[in-house]
C-alpha cells in the first residue's frame, strides 16, 4: 500500500480520496490554491500545501509544482482524481519516472484511448462492436463524401483527439458535408490543437449506458455493472444511475464482457469506465475514460464495491480479492449533480458564499461534497457542489428516496440544481425510465418550473435561519480577540475553533 498519497486535485472528488486514504491508514496530503484555503478537502486530508493562485493553470494543472510538492513532503503516490491532469499520458509519465506510483492506468493505456480512431481500430481488432465509421481519419473533402455514402446519412463528424462532444457536427446530406467538415476540424484545431476529424453513422437518440471495469496488475479484469447516463446537456451528465432501466440482463452481461476485452486490449490495470451508445437494443463502443469518474457512487451503491480503494490497492500490486461471479448488483442507485448553475437562465454558472448547507441523511442517503457553510464558490472551477446519491430496493423506491432528500437538502447563498432535479424526478417519462440522450430538449418543462409551496418555504426559514447565525457571528466577531480577517474569521472560529 503506498503510505503517502498527493491528491492532486480539489472539491468532492479530493474529499472522496482523502476519505478512502484514511480507512485504508494511508496519509493523505491535500493541495489548495489561492481560492481554496477554506474548502473541506484542506481539512479532509492529513496535511495540506499550497500550490499557486487560483487559476487552474497555476495550481492544480501545474504539473511540475505537483511533482515537486509530492517529492518535497515524500510522497510515494499520486491520485490525480477525475479532469486536471487525470488524463494526461505525459503527466502519468512524469509521475512514474520520478519514482512515485500514478492512481490510474498506465500512460500508453490513457494515449490510446484518448486518440478516437487509434481506440476504434484496437476496439474493433478486439471484437467490440463500435459505431460504424472510419477508423482513420479522413484525408479529404472527397474521401469524406465516399464514406458517408458508404455509411448512409445522416453521418457524424468527430474530433480524432476529441471526446465529450467538442468538434463534433451533425451531417444530413451530401451537400451540407464540405462546410461540416471545415467548420469541424476549425473547432477542432481551436480545441485540442489537432484537426484531425472522422466519421460515424449518426444514431437518433441514442442512451448513454457505460460500464465500469476494475482491472488489477495480475491479469484480472472484471466489470461492475453499468450506469445510464442519458440525462445530460451539452454533454453535461446531470442525472446518473444503476442498474440502467433500459437493459435486459442478457444485453448487460454482453456488454460486460465487450468492456471487459475493451480493457484486457489496452492492458488496462485500475478503475475504467467504457461508455457504449446504446440504440435500437444493439451497443457499440463510443470511448474509454481513463478515470475515476464523477459518477462512480452509483455503482458502489449496487455493488458494495469501493472504487477509490481498490484503485489505491491495484496501484500498490494488490490483486483483484474477489472474481465476476462474486459482483452481485443489489436494488438501485441515482446520483443528482447538484452545481452553482441557475437552471431557469440557461444554466448560469451562480457565484457566491455558501451561507447555509443543510445535507440530507436517514436511509440509504450519500452525500458526496466539496464545499462547506462560509466557502466562497467562484468561476475559477467547475460548477459541482456534491453529488447527492440515493440507494433503495428498486428504482420507484429509489427515486422517492431522493426526492425525499432534495427536499431536505438546503443550499442558501448561490443558484442551484437542486429544483431542476426535483422537476426531473416528478416527471412521468423520467420516472417511467423513458430516458435518452435527447431527454432535456424533448422535456423543456422541466427546466421551466415555479417555486413550489415547500420551496417557498424552505427559502423562508433559510432567510430567518440566515439572520440567525449572522447575529451569532457579530457575536463571535465581538469575543474574538485574535486579529480579524474579514470576513472569513468569525466563521472559522465559529465552526472549528482553531
Ligand atoms: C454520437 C451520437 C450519435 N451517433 N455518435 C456526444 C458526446 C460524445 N462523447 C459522443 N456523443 C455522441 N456521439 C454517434 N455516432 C450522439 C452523441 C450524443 C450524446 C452521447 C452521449 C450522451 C449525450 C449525448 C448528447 C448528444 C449527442
Not at 473547432?187 to 484531425?196: H, I, K, N, V, Y
Amino acid at each position: 500500500m503506498p503510505a503517502r498519497v498527493l491528491i492532486a486535485n480539489r472539491g468532492e472528488i479530493a474529499v472522496r480520496i482523502a476519505r478512502a486514504c484514511r480507512e485504508l491508514g494511508i496519509t493523505s496530503v491535500a493541495v489548495y490554491s489561492a481560492a481554496d484555503r477554506l474548502a473541506p478537502h484542506v481539512l479532509a486530508a492529513d496535511e495540506a500545501y499550497y500550490i499557486g493562485g487560483a487559476r487552474a493553470a497555476d495550481s492544480y494543472l501545474n504539473g511540475a509544482r505537483l511533482l515537486e510538492t509530492a517529492r518535497r513532503c515524500g510522497c510515494d503516490a499520486i491520485h490525480p482524481g477525475y479532469g486536471f491532469l487525470a488524463e494526461r499520458a505525459t503527466f502519468a509519465e512524469q509521475v512514474a519516472e520520478a519514482g512515485l506510483h500514478f492512481i490510474g492506468p498506465g500512460a500508453d493505456a490513457i494515449r490510446a484511448m484518448g486518440e478516437k480512431t487509434e481506440a476504434r481500430r484496437r476496439m474493433s481488432a478486439a471484437g467490440v462492436p463500435v459505431v460504424p465509421g472510419t477508423t482513420v481519419p479522413l484525408p479529404t473533402v472527397a474521401a469524406a463524401a465516399a464514406e458517408a455514402e458508404r455509411l448512409g446519412y445522416p453521418v457524424l463528424l468527430k474530433a480524432a483527439a476529441g471526446g465529450g462532444g467538442k468538434g463534433m457536427r451533425v451531417v444530413h446530406a451530401a451537400p451540407e458535408l464540405g462546410r461540416a467538415l471545415e467548420a469541424a476540424r476549425h473547432e477542432a484545431r481551436s480545441a485540442f490543437g489537432d484537426d484531425q476529424i472522422y466519421l460515424e453513422k449518426y444514431l437518433d437518440r441514442p442512451r448513454h449506458i457505460e460500464i465500469q471495469v476494475l482491472a488489477d496488475g495480475h491479469g484480472n479484469v472484471l466489470h461492475l455493472g453499468e450506469r445510464d447516463c442519458s440525462v445530460q446537456r451539452r454533454h453535461q451528465k446531470l442525472i446518473e444511475e444503476a442498474p440502467s432501466p433500459a437493459l435486459s440482463e442478457s444485453t448487460r452481461a454482453r456488454m460486460g464482457s465487450a468492456a471487459v476485452a475493451a480493457a484486457r486490449a489496452v492492458g488496462y490495470r485500475s478503475a475504467g469506465t467504457i461508455e457504449f451508445l446504446y440504440h435500437d437494443g444493439e451497443f457499440y463502443f463510443l470511448e474509454m475514460n481513463t478515470r475515476i469518474q464523477v459518477e462512480h457512487p452509483v455503482t458502489e451503491l449496487v455493488t458494495g464495491i469501493d472504487l477509490v480503494q481498490w484503485q489505491l490497492r491495484i496501484a500498490a500490486g494488490e490483486a483483484l480479492s474477489f472474481t465476476q461471479s462474486d459482483v452481485r448488483l443489489r436494488g438501485h442507485a441515482i446520483e443528482c449533480r447538484i452545481t452553482s448553475e441557475d437552471v431557469a437562465n440557461g444554466f448560469l454558472p451562480s457565484t457566491g458564499r455558501i451561507e447555509l448547507l443543510d445535507i440530507p441523511s436517514g436511509p440509504g442517503i450519500r452525500w458526496d461534497g466539496g464545499v462547506v457553510e462560509g466557502y466562497a464558490v467562484s468561476l475559477y472551477y467547475d460548477p459541482l457542489l456534491g453529488k447527492l446519491i440515493c440507494h433503495a430496493a428498486d428504482r420507484g423506491s429509489a427515486i422517492e428516496r431522493m426526492q425525499r432528500a432534495l427536499r431536505e437538502l438546503r443550499i442558501v447563498g448561490v443558484e442551484t440544481t437542486v429544483p431542476f432535479h426535483r422537476a426531473v424526478l416528478a416527471e412521468p417519462d423520467f420516472r417511467a425510465g423513458r430516458i435518452d440522450t435527447a431527454y432535456l430538449e424533448q422535456h423543456p418543462a422541466v427546466l421551466d418550473f415555479s417555486p413550489s409551496e415547500e420551496s417557498l418555504r424552505t427559502a423562508a426559514l433559510a432567510a430567518v435561519l440566515l439572520e440567525e447565525q449572522q447575529r451569532a457571528r457579530t457575536r463571535v466577531a465581538r469575543a474574538d480577540t485574535a486579529p480579524t480577517e474579514a470576513p472569513c474569521s468569525a466563521w472559522r472560529n465559529r465552526q472549528w475553533r482553531w
